[in-house]
């Protein structure tokens, strides 16, 4: 597998928006043609993310990268935002691409019209319309097809309507790329909220209404955590606005680290009180055996945790004490990445401009990669909130 190529540009028009990262491309497919002789062989897979002022203009920029690129499959997404190694564009008419000469035979791109399963998937790129009804049980369904049940991806997230690509301009449903175990690949989950209290198991609910926590009322525990009263809103209602829900299967722990979310748990809004039944509501069905936890976004809990993902790929690929390599150096192993994060990160949430995206550059290194800013995260079988997903593409020799 030879290294990806990737370029990015902002511009007004998006057409010359790709015209610009047309001419990047070229560039770097000349350079990398001088370096090696296997880097003459034709794209078959461009991943392209663009962001929502583009939108009206899908179809048109679908034309254009076929007209540019023949015979190049093309995956892809709408976003509030679009990244690229070291740099965001957030709120911003811009989009970045990525072209992979992968052999056709170990990737199918898939949608409602074209069903994953014919090369038999090891794992799966999925970008969805967070308004497709059921879409957390389509999810797992999905998974359910490849043989890991490895999902990565995010939904689609747009002011003018959130369109996803798969060879085709989707609007509804599911799509993206399967791959098979020839496109060895590795994939970690970062959160973004730090536990405000202890874990606890539920132990009774319906649907999305919790009434009890280790057998007491879920309100007094939430009251408890925050330490607040219903009887004292001015200094309650902020912090109950300011709360979230870490959830997890009962089968697995919600904090893996002190003070650290476990990658199976899903984050969701804190939507209602019921002080008459002492419940909570919560933006996702719930059910007794759950073990939940209230959290906060923090700052510094995502900075550490995403650097945590970065060590821990570095590790993999690097598993000699002796390796010369640090952070700054490219990844000699990876030949390309994706990493799509919440549209409520970024460096507005880092604290400073393009600040999430370098600080994935400073771990990896400068290798290839983009991403988009989505509506919701996919990792695993799971949809998630206030994550960010890497996934690392290796060369055929790292995989494990």
Request: glycine share 12%; net charge negative; hydrophobic share 45%.
């Amino acid at each position: 597998m030879i290294p990806f190529i990737h370029a990015h540009a902002t511009h007004p028009d998006w057409r010359m928006a790709l015209a610009l990262v047309a001419a990047q491309v070229d560039a770097q497919r000349a350079a990398q043609a001088r370096a090696t002789e296997a880097a003459g062989r034709p794209f078959t897979l461009g991943f392209v993310y663009f962001s929502d002022h583009y939108t009206a203009h899908a179809d048109a920029l679908l034309d254009d990268l076929r007209s540019r690129w023949p015979g190049v499959q093309w995956v892809g997404s709408v976003g509030v935002g679009v990244a690229a190694s070291g740099v965001e564009y957030i709120d911003e008419p811009a989009l970045a691409l990525m072209l992979a000469a992968l052999p056709p035979e170990t990737f199918q791109v898939f949608s409602g019209a074209r069903p994953l399963g014919s090369t038999e998937p090891f794992a799966a790129l999925v970008h969805a319309d967070p308004g497709t009804p059921e879409l957390a049980e389509l999810i797992g369904e999905l998974s359910g097809r490849t043989a890991s049940g490895y999902l990565f991806g995010g939904l689609a997230a747009g002011r003018q309507g959130a369109v996803h690509l798969a060879d085709a301009v989707c609007r509804g449903g599911l799509s993206g790329v399967g791959f098979t175990q020839a496109v060895p690949l590795l994939s970690r989950v970062t959160q973004g909220c730090q536990p405000v209290g202890p874990v606890r198991r539920v132990t009774a609910a319906q649907r999305n209404v919790v009434t009890a926590l280790d057998g007491e009322p879920a309100l007094d525990c939430l009251l408890a955590d925050l330490g607040v009263a219903l009887d004292d809103p001015h200094a309650a209602l902020p912090k109950l606005r300011a709360t979230l829900v870490g959830l997890s299967d009962g089968r697995s722990d919600v904090l893996t680290r002190p003070g650290q979310f476990g990658t199976d748990t899903r984050v969701r809004h804190l939507v209602g009180l019921d002080p008459a039944a002492r419940g909570i509501a919560v933006a996702d069905v719930v059910e007794p055996g759950m073990q939940l936890a209230f959290c906060a976004r923090d700052v510094q809990a995502a900075r550490r945790d995403l650097v945590r993902i970065c060590s821990e790929i570095r590790e993999e690929l690097e598993p000699d004490a002796g390796s010369s390599t640090g952070p700054g150096d490219p990844l000699q192993r990876v030949a390309g990445a994706l990493y799509i994060s919440c549209a409520g990160r970024g460096g507005p949430h880092f604290g400073a401009p393009s600040a999430e995206m370098q600080i994935l550059q400073h771990a990896l290194g400068d290798v290839p990669l983009i991403g988009f800013f989505a509506g919701g995260e996919i990792a695993h079988h799971h949809l998630y909130g206030y994550t960010g997903v890497l996934t690392v593409f290796l060369e055929p020799a790292a995989a494990s």
